[in-house]
């Protein structure tokens, strides 16, 4: 999944680091106050001030750490090979598939070669019978639910890629935090104005009161319109100094000015309207400060140096990230795309391979049962036969849901193919088998699916009907061709089967037709080209 990224503000600190920075900051401004000898109000604003540098310098560290993450996130990412991501993601899915989908079905076919065994051996194998046929009945059922939900697209992480990359936009109108921070700070203002000038003996006026509580109020814009901010704040102490009613610093100044600046160097450095707004605030807050209070101006320029400083480094490590966290994102996309055509294709094998595993045992089972309900007890002889043909053909397809279970595929051989004929034949189904020269073992597993499914399908389709299946090489494609004679009512767009062996064959290049036989009943013909054999 691609991982979307945020990047708080220089005043979004957790609790208990924010609290380990003050306990930091008070702690250096008591040594430094200590030192000099001033008092209380001096480590007050030692403190606030120490801990406003802790704090930016805390963001920008935190950014390139952040960026270091992203650095690794990418060479990791970068590291994958797609295909073996594939591979592993194929592994993953095969284990749950066959844990989830042929638990049930493995279930249904093991019940059914107990009761075989179980009717072998009674007296009276009538109820026996019928509880095959039932189970075979389920086993279809269960069989047809759980291909549809193989062949349904997956619910994966893919499907909320979107929303894993959803940015929000940013607001363009200042919020309730926001709001709450401009008033706590505006207030903050009014009272130094107030106070700090009445402490050093003199009078301050209410419009300086005034206009250092709208320069501080300014703040509300830093988040969404920093340059707007900054030019306001700067405007208003041109202003101040123009009238005569100077705007008093003090705390405040840390929040409005030293944000606002934060802001400007770490969002809007290449602006020029953006840095000319700064340009503006530096130079009026530095010359009325000058004028008003000329002992606190290397304290102000420090506060300003720190905090463009700051969100310079905090920047340039954010632009290295999300530069690393674009390649990582990219990275991790292509590997995403990789794992999910693997697992879409791999839900699409194996849905074939249950298919024509379950389909056929059931398919058989369920004649087979048939046969022996209306057999009994007048020939029980036919009956004993049938559930032979019962109990051979569910070994067998316990025997492939095992391998599925495992994902091991054991190559197929011509016996495998004489086999399947003769389970055929021996439930009562008339084959003939027409072949010229011996099958290419590359194309005997596709051969043998083919073969499979259109005499499954006469069995199940057509009984009574007599097949044929003709087998063909040449130098370059191997040909099959399998009719009936029944009443060649099987659609081949419908269903699983011919649907699924229609996929094996277009995956081999190779091309299937269907429809109606010469003297009627279905025809089948497929044509697979012959690939290089493996030297030995």
Do not use: K
């Amino acid at each position: 999944m691609v991982r979307a990224r945020s990047y708080p503000g220089w005043m979004s600190v957790r609790p208990r680091t924010a609290a380990a920075l003050v306990a930091g900051a008070a702690a250096l401004a008591g040594l430094l106050v200590a030192g000099t000898g001033a008092g209380l109000p001096e480590w007050l604003f030692g403190t606030a001030l120490l801990t406003f540098l802790l704090v930016v310098v805390h963001g920008a560290a935190a950014g390139w750490r952040e960026a270091r993450a992203q650095v690794a996130r990418a060479a990791a990412l970068s590291g994958v090979d797609p295909g073996d991501a594939a591979r592993h993601a194929v592994r993953v899915e095969r284990e749950r598939l066959s844990g989830d989908i042929t638990q049930r079905l493995r279930a249904l076919v093991t019940a059914v070669r107990a009761e075989a065994a179980a009717a072998r051996d009674a007296a009276d194998p009538g109820p026996a019978v019928v509880r095959i046929h039932r189970l075979a009945q389920e086993a279809t059922a269960e069989l047809r639910r759980q291909l549809g939900l193989l062949r349904s697209p997956a619910g994966d992480e893919t499907d909320r890629a979107p929303d894993a990359v959803r940015r929000s936009d940013p607001r363009r109108r200042p919020g309730r935090g926001d709001v709450v921070v401009a008033t706590a700070v505006a207030a903050v203002a009014a009272v130094e104005a107030y106070a700090y000038p009445r402490a050093e003996g003199g009078v301050s006026g209410w419009e300086s009161v005034a206009l250092t509580a709208i320069t501080a109020v300014t703040v509300i814009g830093v988040r969404t319109a920093a340059p707007a901010a900054a030019s306001a704040a700067g405007s208003v102490y041109l202003l101040a100094a123009v009238v005569g009613a100077p705007v008093v610093g003090g705390f405040w100044c840390l929040v409005t000015l030293g944000g606002t600046l934060w802001t400007l160097a770490t969002r809007h450095l290449r602006s020029v309207a953006a840095t000319a707004s700064g340009a503006l605030l530096v130079a009026a807050s530095l010359v009325a400060t000058r004028w008003r209070d000329p002992d606190n101006v290397a304290v102000l320029c420090l506060l300003e140096v720190v905090a463009v400083s700051a969100g310079v480094l905090t920047r340039a490590a954010r632009r290295r990230a999300a530069a690393a966290g674009r390649a990582a994102d990219d990275n991790a996309r292509a590997l995403d795309a990789a794992r999910a055509a693997a697992v879409a294709a791999e839900r699409v094998s194996f849905a074939r391979e249950v298919h024509d595993v379950v389909s056929h045992a059931v398919g058989v089972v369920a004649v087979q049962a048939a046969a022996a309900q209306v057999s009994w007890p007048q020939r029980p002889d036919v009956v004993l036969r049938a559930l032979d043909i019962i109990g051979e053909t569910v070994d067998g397809a316990v025997a492939e849901l095992d391998r599925l279970q495992v994902g091991r595929s054991v190559p197929r051989s011509e016996d495998d193919l004489a086999a399947l004929v003769r389970r055929i034949r021996a439930g009562g189904t008339q084959v003939r088998i027409v072949q010229q020269g011996p099958l290419p073992p590359s194309a005997l597993d596709v051969v043998y699916r083919v073969v499979q499914e259109c005499l499954t399908n006469v069995v199940r389709h057509a009984p009574g009907a007599a097949a044929t299946v003709e087998l063909g090489t040449t130098a370059d494609a191997v040909r099959v061709v399998v009719t009936d004679d029944g009443p060649g009512v099987v659609d081949p767009g419908r269903g699983y089967g011919l649907v699924g062996v229609g996929e094996r064959v277009s995956f081999a290049g190779g091309s299937l037709a269907c429809g109606p036989g010469p003297g009627g009943g279905l025809r089948v013909d497929v044509v697979i080209p012959r690939v290089p054999e493996p030297v030995p």
